[in-house]
């Protein structure tokens, strides 16, 4: 066995810890054998590449040679990339919360030899310090009570074994979902909301889009203007703010104050997918151009920095370059003279909140730096703007010189397909076709690359890098990818797209996947792992929202558009069942289940828009451009291709060369001819 595992590996983050003196073996079944064989308790330590504490604690102790010889002496270290096994990080996340402990990365568990968890934490300093005890001290400390204690690491086994079990024990009977407990929730989650800042009250802010989405949606089902007002002010304040970067585009993943200033500094995929189609949607209803101009830098960045020759898109950004968070981004004022000059550099610190004092000081920078926001700065006007543009090119130019944060090139089934959905979503809502075939080339790298015939049909791995597939792929893979595949099935037709590929099939490829794969026959729920994957000591099945979405409201919204898709009612049974199967933990947390809440106000209140005939071109790209969260498009070259049974159909005869119908609620308007007509329609039959 070599000495250390990860050289081999294809994860990016795995490979950070290649050169370390610890024995790191890569999670896996052997690995399980060999510290059953050897009696070895097992260290597990989880993290991913763009962690700044991941990184800390990676110096301060895997680096270190001492303190490796001890990890080596007393256990087997197993090192896993949360992003490549989410699965894995869920079930000893959920294992650190039974313990008590808040959670995060790293995270560093210490299990049984077979697996079972009984005592972990996070990060841990490798001097006694912030209140913790040495990483060593605490290494010894485990292991002795693993040889002298067995009954007490049996019992701790044993009561998180049954903590586990009572947290993914969903109930029973606790009665149908309805929009009425939708509307009950709304104004408890608009009095969390931050009215000065936006974003949920306190600090560390999050986007927390599921929250932002469902606030949305009440908004315009309960006409409570407020809602959709404190979406706008949210989003807002993160254009404006430092979590937003003003320079190369892209949101990061969080702001560490509470008013979107001090960003932590990741970029992740899937917070800017989310994102996108927030302003998307914002931008539609306001006009506002501040949400149009970061939608289009957003993807700017994706195009630039994150897309591969492929056309797939990469995980992350890290937060640090050479060791230190943030050192990419920000600027002193002296920097700032240098490349602008005094009177450039007052002119863009008036807008930019950029001066000699710094708007941030950390023990790196003591004398304090600047990041750049707009927080406290009014709009520049059109002429002021047109000078602004110059010196930030300017400075993105210097900046570019700079040593950049690692980037996470892996490719990932379910955060591609939440950005493929999100660029077709938001380029059919912002008039962007050429977004929609970047989607377009994504998803033909991911169907290529990381789809296998898996001997009874076929399904997604959940990561590729370098030729290497991570498999089987996750409940969110597949649900994502068959969101992403409807996306482009709906937008198929536009101009200039080249010739599709039977994105439908796909979908329901996908969607029968899960089922056979990831259904759990007991609790009607989706199990994020697969039923053949043999390296998990239980099959859990999260239904709480969290940072990345999670696998049943992405799926449930996507089995309800692929009923209005195929006239298969069959999808829409399966919709309700699981309705009804996560009733009882909906209840039990609504305001942490506000992807669900979402996804039944689409099920219940998306309209069909159906364009038909041979000149129906402009009425189709008219149907397109009204907002995704609430519509499905049906274009065919006759209304008679429509199914049987379909309200509009019995009206095929009326539509001529080119008509739409708009559908709602199991009846259908007369055809429309014109543009106009349409969209005036579709406002009228908003419900």
Known sequence: MPANELKDAASPYLLQHADNPVHWRMWSEAALRDAQAEGKPILLSVGYAACHWC???????????????????????????????????????????????????PMTMFLTPTGEPFWGGTYFPKQD???????????????????????RIAKNVEAVRARLAKADAHGAGAGELSLALADEVAPHLFLAMDSVDGGLKGAPKFPNTPILEFLWRAGGRLAEAPYRASVRLTLQHMSEGGIYDHLGGGYARYSTDDRWLVPHFEKMLYDNAQILECLALAHHETGDELFRTRARETVGWIEREMTTAGGAFCASLDADSEGVEGKFYVWTWDEIVVVLGHEDARFLGRYYNASAIGNWADAHYPGGVTILNRLESARPTMEEEARLAPLRRKLFDVREQRIHPGLDDKIMADWNGLMIAALVNAGTLLGEPRWIGLAAKAYDFIVSALQYADGVGKRL??????????????????AA????????????NLPGLGAPRDYLADAIRWAEALDAWHGDQRAGLLCMSASDAGDVILRLAPTADDAIPNAHPVYLAALARLAALTGEARWLARADALFSALAPSVRANPIGHAGVFNALDFRLRAKEI???GSARGPLYEAALSAPFSDRVVI??????????????????????????????????SLPVRDIEGLRALIVARQA
Request: glycine fraction near 6%; charged fraction near 25%.
């Open 461 to 478: 791995a959940h990561s590729w890098r370098a030729g290497v597939l991570v498999k089987p792929g996750l409940a969110l893979d597949h």
């Open 55 to 105: 990184h800390v604690m990676a110096h301060e102790s895997f680096e270190d040679e001492a303190t490796a010889a001890v990890m080596n002496e007393l256990f087997v270290n197993i090192k896993v990339d949360r992003e490549e096994r989410p699965d894995i990080d869920h079930i000893y996340m959920s294992a650190l919360h039974a313990f008590g402990e808040r959670g995060g990365w």
């Open 610 to 612: 159906v364009t038909a």
């Open 129 to 151: 310090q912030y209140g913790r005890p040495a990483f060593v001290t605490v290494l010894r400390a485990v292991e002795h009570a693993f040889r002298a204690e067995p009954d």
């Open 635 to 668: 274009d065919l070259d006759r209304p008679q291709d429509l199914r049987e049974g379909h309200p509009a159909r019995a009206q095929a005869t009326l539509a001529g060369d080119a008509a739409a119908f708009v559908c709602t609620e199991g009846t259908c």
């Open 481 to 492: 990818m068959m969101r992403a595949a409807l996306a482009l099935h709906e937008a198929r």
